[in-house]
């Protein structure tokens, strides 16, 4: 169980940095939002165990934290 937990890890971690790749031409903001969604949805996701409401929660607030940030 613990081998299926780290590949979906890495699975995501790589998904994430694939997707961040496509970011040159948003602006300071955009990216910091969307750099915020991804934290918040992994971490959302440890400590809810994998839930989905918990993924998508914290996925909600980390965007909102990262949009906020620079202000």
């Not at 940095?17 to 991804?38: F, Q, V, W």
């Not at 992994?42 to 929660?57: D, F, P, Q, Y």
């Not at 996925?59 to 940030?69: N, W």
């Amino acid at each position: 169980m613990k081998a299926i937990h780290k590949i979906t890890v890495v699975t995501v971690t790589v998904c994430a940095l694939a997707a961040m790749s496509g970011c040159s031409n948003m602006s300071r903001r955009d990216k910091n939002t969307a750099i915020g969604a991804t934290i918040g949805a992994v971490g959302g996701a440890i400590l809810t165990g994998g839930s989905g409401i918990g993924t998508a929660g914290g996925a909600a607030v980390g965007g909102v934290i990262g949009h906020q940030v620079g202000r």
